[in-house]
């Protein structure tokens, strides 16, 4: 079986993912969208340390995220911790969600290491930017799903002629 994806067929399983885990576990609808997220915005990031040697980070509007918590912890009033929390297990959900995606396209086993939360944005050292799939909820709340690979700096380095 082939062992490589594509990058459409990647942003295809994550964007599958994306949509299906943020609707079932927090009922919140994202649909593509050229949006970032604003000023507000908090970061939740994982390396994948088996099986695949990228990353993915999850960039979105802090009342996004906030209202994913209370939908699905069905409270209202969550603290900055509630908020942390459940901001880790989402992506910790939806990252086994592309795992298992993953393993079926490509029967690589993959492994990822525990979810880290940031408030504002995070960018992982060592790694750059592949793609970035962008969506927007019905209140255009704004999120960035952040598809990072390692950095090609020898490449570049090898190519210099300063």
């Known amino acids: ?7 459409e067929e990647l942003e295809r399983i994550l964007n599958q993912a994306v949509q299906d885990v943020t609707e079932r576990t927090a009922g919140v609808r994202l649909h593509q969208e050229d949006m970032s997220p604003g000023e507000d915005m908090c970061t ?4 994948f340390d088996k099986g695949f040697h990228t990353s993915l980070t999850l960039c979105a509007d802090t009342s996004l995220l906030y209202r994913m918590a209370c939908n699905s912890f069905h409270e209202e009033l969550l ?3 509630d908020l942390e929390e459940f901001s880790k297990e989402y992506f910790n959900v939806l990252c086994g969600r592309i795992a298992g995606a993953m393993f079926q396209a490509t029967q690589v086993p993959a492994h990822f290491n525990p979810p880290a ?4 944005r995070f960018e992982p050292e060592g790694r750059e930017v592949q793609f970035v799939l962008t ?24 190519g210099d002629i300063s």
Do not use: K, W
């Open 135 to 158: 969506y927007s909820d019905e209140y255009n709340e704004g999120a960035q799903l952040i598809h990072h690979v390692p950095c090609a700096q020898q490449d570049e380095d090898a």
């Open 79 to 81: 603290d900055p911790d």
């Open 117 to 120: 939360f940031y408030r504002g």
């Open 1 to 7: 079986m082939n062992s490589t994806l594509t990058q």
């Open 44 to 47: 939740v990031q994982i390396t």
